[in-house]
């Protein structure tokens, strides 16, 4: 019974992880970016770079929906600060497409990152927490960068066609649920294609030395040190020996093995060694992640343990991270009073030095904490100073139109929202905050043309859709509201039906 249970949620939330370069990197072949041959013609018919981005938004729509996609403004906002640090010493990995990188998190205690179509970069909440230090974390997300600018995954359907990537996908889930059942992850494998895995896993050994080397060329650029991607794999490498008696000996084959390692040495030896300091944000975040990490009362406790402890030491970086731990903990256990009391340690251990900038997420955390003590005119204070400093936080736009609505400043959210969505088009969470500022109005059509935009952007067209003629329905649809119903109806169709076209050749 509760191995049936553990394979409904492995294969629930991994299904859609069947075109990933694979949990350990199942990629190709080396490519063009940096200085390498660029790809043939026959190669880049299968799979153009603007291909390669819907096919990536296709799977991130998947993956955003899973109850492990860790939707946090202050984790995501930290993660993707970090991959622009790396992107702008080395703008080149961004393409000939120009890539808009995005970096997430899931919930996985496992050490894990892993690379998807078009600069969707993940990384497990497990690996985030592993991480020593931040050229260790950095580490890892470069050389996840190395694969989508070497575009191993267009070049593997290049070399393969898209039918052996069915075959991976039995490969992946079988992994998966051996940890669970290892008689149920062999039934699932025994129904892939052998042959064809081990041509992938053949390719993906080139793939892998490969996005080291950008990796290492990253790492240098932007200033981090190269001995942390050495560091880190070294203790991927002991820590997959802990899976040997559950995995299959292709995967436990898996090329995270000492020649790599010895590579990445050889590469770095005659580099000048450069002591780079942590960021306060890097041991914040983490905080934040073991928290986020666990779904139990029992771990939310051993976490406040934890940060008791981190507070021990008694040095800056613990200090700001164990107090503000502990806040979160607090806040999570519905004591907001308890949780600012530690946000105001947090604060006071992080001035001291004279930082160069602030932490975004003390920030946010103090945002929240006025909200859920219901001190909303508070809160709209807190967030207004946070907007001067974080300007371009996204979380913190977001808490700001929260203490709004609170502060029943419906017209003042709206206002500001209309500014938002011009600017970010494509983020969903803007148009729901939007929905909510035209009910808080009273204006209904207002309302569903913004839930739909939503539901939209988030993939779910047929429900954008319904919104739509309820918009249509409402009774305060004017003659302008009705035009642009007609208008995105009409998009929204046409992409409704190329949808249900590709599910039909897929099926």
């Known amino acids: 019974m509760v191995q049936a249970a553990c394979l409904a949620v492995v294969v629930h939330r991994f299904l859609f992880l069947f075109l990933l370069v694979g949990l350990w990197h199942f990629a190709a072949v080396p490519a063009h970016a940096q200085g390498l041959p660029n790809l043939g013609d026959t190669e880049r018919e299968e799979l153009s770079p603007i291909m390669e981005r819907k096919l990536g938004e296709q799977i991130m729509r998947q993956i955003r929906r899973n109850r492990d ?29 120009q890539y808009d990188y995005f970096f997430f998190v899931v919930r996985d205690p496992m050490l894990n990152a892993f690379a998807l179509p078009g600069g969707f970069i993940g990384a497990h909440s497990g690996l985030i927490l592993a991480a020593q230090n931040e050229s260790e974390l950095a580490s890892v997300m470069a050389h996840e960068i190395g694969h989508v600018a070497q575009r191993h995954i267009a070049r593997m359907l ?116 450069r002591q780079r300091a942590d960021s306060l944000d890097f041991p914040v975040i983490q905080a934040r ?63 001291e030095g004279a930082p160069k900038k602030g932490v975004a997420a003390l920030a946010n955390l103090a945002i929240e904490v006025r909200l859920a003590a219901h001190q909303n005119t508070a ?46 088009r494509s983020e969903p969470q803007l148009h729901d905050r939007l929905a909510r500022a035209y009910a808080d109005q009273g204006k209904q059509a207002l309302q569903h043309l913004a839930l739909a935009e939503a539901y939209a952007l988030r993939g779910s067209l047929p429900a954008a859709l319904d919104q739509l003629g309820i918009a249509r329905r409402a009774p305060d649809a004017t003659f302008y509201d009705q035009s642009i119903i007609d208008s995105r109806e009409r998009e929204m169709k046409a992409q409704r039906l190329e949808e249900l076209k590709q599910e039909k050749e897929r099926s």
């Open 289 to 351: 992640v073991r928290i986020l990490q666990t779904n139990s009362a029992q771990g939310l406790l051993d976490a406040e343990e934890s940060f008791k402890r981190q507070v021990e030491q008694k040095t800056r970086p613990a200090l700001v991270a164990g107090n503000y731990g502990l806040a979160v903990v607090a806040l999570r256990q519905g004591n907001p009073s308890k949780a600012e009391t530690y946000l105001d340690k947090a604060r006071a251990a992080a001035k």
């Open 69 to 97: 996609y860790l939707d946090d403004a202050p984790t995501q906002e930290y993660l993707n600060n970090l991959g622009a640090t790396l992107l702008a010493a080395r703008p080149d990995a961004r393409g000939e497409a």
């Open 158 to 273: 290049g070399k393969q066609r898209q039918d052996m990537l069915i075959p991976l996908a039995g490969m992946i889930l079988g992994a998966l649920t051996a940890t669970a059942s290892p008689d149920a992850g062999i039934g699932i494998m025994m129904g892939s294609q052998g042959l064809a895995m081990q041509r992938q896993l053949n390719f993906s050994r080139e793939a892998e030395r490969e996005a080291d080397r950008i990796g290492v060329d990253i790492l240098r650029d932007a200033g981090y040190e190269t001995a942390g991607m050495i560091q880190f794999f070294g203790r991927l490498q002991q820590a997959s020996r802990g899976y040997n008696d559950t995995l299959p000996a292709y995967l436990r084959s898996h090329p995270l093995t000492s020649e790599r390692i010895a590579d990445i040495e050889a590469r770095t030896r005659d580099l000048r060694y």
């Open 379 to 424: 809160a709209v204070e807190e967030a207004e100073i946070a907007r001067r400093q974080f300007p371009l936080s996204r979380g913190i736009a977001l808490q700001y139109v929260d203490a709004l609505l609170a502060s029943q400043r419906a017209d003042d959210a709206v206002r500001f929202l209309r500014d938002q969505v011009t600017l970010y």
